[in-house]
T-cell receptor
């Protein structure tokens, strides 16, 4: 079965550079979530999108932005990178599947991609 | 504040013995509870979830978890551990309030499970 695809899998950047991470959800999934997992840490929620609109916002720095496109893929844009941004960035997707409901369904399981490992030097 | 606690950083179990990975939570309302497993250098894999109904939930790879509302716990269990079960296990919760804007998952800190051959 198709899974969540993330690209690139590994990325090395220098301080103050920018990075763009991409996430392709499972087909027919309408919701995308971004999480950041620092070394030895639990995943922390950054931001989510449902039907191409931001649905929730967590601990995402102002230097980061994200969007979900018409094909439901999402991109996380990171600017002015700092050493502390080095982490594993996970994307997850789910299928709310509720016609006429304009927000994600918390019952739905989130399926995670393999992650993008970002190293900022 | 909503939170998830995994009191053990590491659990060591001999192969073939039963295992338990503990999880307690603190959220308003009736939560949706999840367990995920993370193998080295891999993404998070869904194991099982509790939404409603039977308190004992069965999931992937022979794992199960028991929801205990009075103790606000959702411990992960397996009757007979395998060496291949060695991994990092995360307990997670989502609030169930339909009016709540938060659709994020709140993860515990993770418990590293070592199955000894």
């Amino acid at each position: 079965a198709a899974g969540v695809i993330q690209s690139p899998r590994h990325l090395i950047k220098e301080k103050r550079e920018t990075a763009t991470l991409k996430c392709y959800p499972i087909p027919r999934h309408d919701t995308v979530y971004w999480y950041q997992q620092g070394p030895g840490q639990d995943p922390q929620f950054l931001i989510s999108f449902y039907e191409k609109m931001q649905s929730d916002k967590g601990s995402i720095p102002d230097r980061f932005s994200a969007q979900q496109f018409s094909d439901y893929h999402s991109e996380l844009n990171m600017s002015s990178l700092e050493l502390g941004d080095s982490a594993l960035y996970f994307c997850a997707s789910s299928n709310s599947g509720l016609a006429g409901v304009r927000r994600p369904n918390p019952r739905e399981t989130q399926y995670f991609g393999p992650g993008t490992r970002l190293l900022v030097l | 504040a909503q939170s998830v606690a995994q009191p053990e950083d590491q659990v060591n179990v001999a192969e073939g013995n039963p295992l338990t990975v503990k999880c307690t939570y603190s959220v308003s309302g009736n939560p949706y509870l999840f367990w995920y497993v993370q193998y080295p250098n891999r993404g998070l894999q869904f194991l099982l979830k509790y939404i409603t109904g039977d308190n004992l939930v069965k999931g992937s790879y022979g794992f199960e978890a028991e929801f205990n509302k009075s103790q606000t716990s959702f411990h992960l269990k397996k009757p007979s551990a395998l060496v291949s079960d060695s991994a990092l296990y995360f307990c997670a919760v989502r609030p169930s309030d339909s009016m709540n804007r938060d659709d994020k998952i709140i993860f515990g800190k993770g418990t590293r499970l070592h199955i000894l051959p």
